[in-house]
């Protein structure tokens, strides 16, 4: 067990709905990503949020947005949602940004998206 | 363009085997490097890292790892592999640009026969 905790564990959904995912970080973590595994992109870098603000975008769509609540924990919000978002959404958190201090990236067990 | 590549698609080897999975990375400057595996319907647990120090990494359950950093390379090793072992590896790496994300190689696949 990471400590990172996701919500739902797997969600069916129709196409052009609009679905929100849940992540608790570790306790202590002030970071948290956001990436998403599909078969055909493999594992993608989506957003990371550091202490409820924005700090780096990834291949993230317009249809798709994020945010990190004063409590730490982060909503990932799909929309308009199409055949190919069907996809494995992980969430991760670490301690701090990086940048040389060897913060450890912890994943959760993902969410399972799909989209009929 | 700045990557990550994990030549090998598909691995299959029978127990007691020796593994080798490459990883070789394009990215500049200092880099934090990372291996990952992902057993069937788990999520990402971390295998090992490397920040800085001595270029050959221990990880948990008998991988190494490691660093050449004129090959651009952090190849993942076990001397001897199990049927648990099998499982999806995947390498990431940090380009330490000042964000502290990780960008995924596509996995290596692995199938240990027993």
């Known amino acids: 067990d990471s400590g990172v905790t996701q919500t739902p564990k797997h969600l069916i959904t129709a196409t052009g709905q609009r679905v929100t995912l849940r992540c608790s970080p570790r306790?202590?973590?002030?970071?948290v990503y956001w990436y998403q595994q599909s078969l055909d992109q493999g594992l993608q870098f989506l957003i990371h949020y550091y202490n409820g603000e924005e700090r780096a975008k990834g291949n993230i769509l317009e249809r798709f947005s994020a945010q990190q609540f004063p409590d730490l924990h982060s909503e990932l919000n799909l929309s308009s949602l199409e055949l190919g978002d069907s996809a494995l959404y992980f969430c991760?958190?670490?301690?701090?940004?990086?940048?040389?201090?060897?913060?450890?990236?912890?994943f959760g067990e993902g969410s399972w998206l799909t989209v009929v | 363009a700045q990557s990550v590549s994990q030549h090998n698609h598909h691995v299959i080897l029978s127990e007691a085997a020796s593994l080798e999975l490459g990883c070789n990375y394009s990215y500049g400057g200092t880099v934090n490097l990372f291996w990952y595996v992902q057993y069937p319907g788990q999520h990402l647990q971390l295998l090992l890292k490397y920040f800085s120090g001595d270029p050959l990494v221990k990880g948990i359950k008998g991988f190494e790892a490691e660093f050449i950093k004129s090959k651009f390379s952090f190849n993942l090793r076990k001397p001897s592999v199990q049927w648990s072992d099998t499982a999806e590896y995947f390498c990431?790496?940090?380009?330490?640009?000042?964000?502290?994300?990780?960008?995924f190689g596509t996995g290596t696949r692995l199938t240990v026969i027993p």
């Open positions: 306790s202590g973590d002030l970071s």
């Open positions: 990431a790496v940090n380009p330490q640009t000042g964000a502290n994300n990780l960008f």
């Open positions: 991760a958190s670490s301690v701090g940004l990086g940048e040389g201090l060897g913060n450890t990236i912890y």
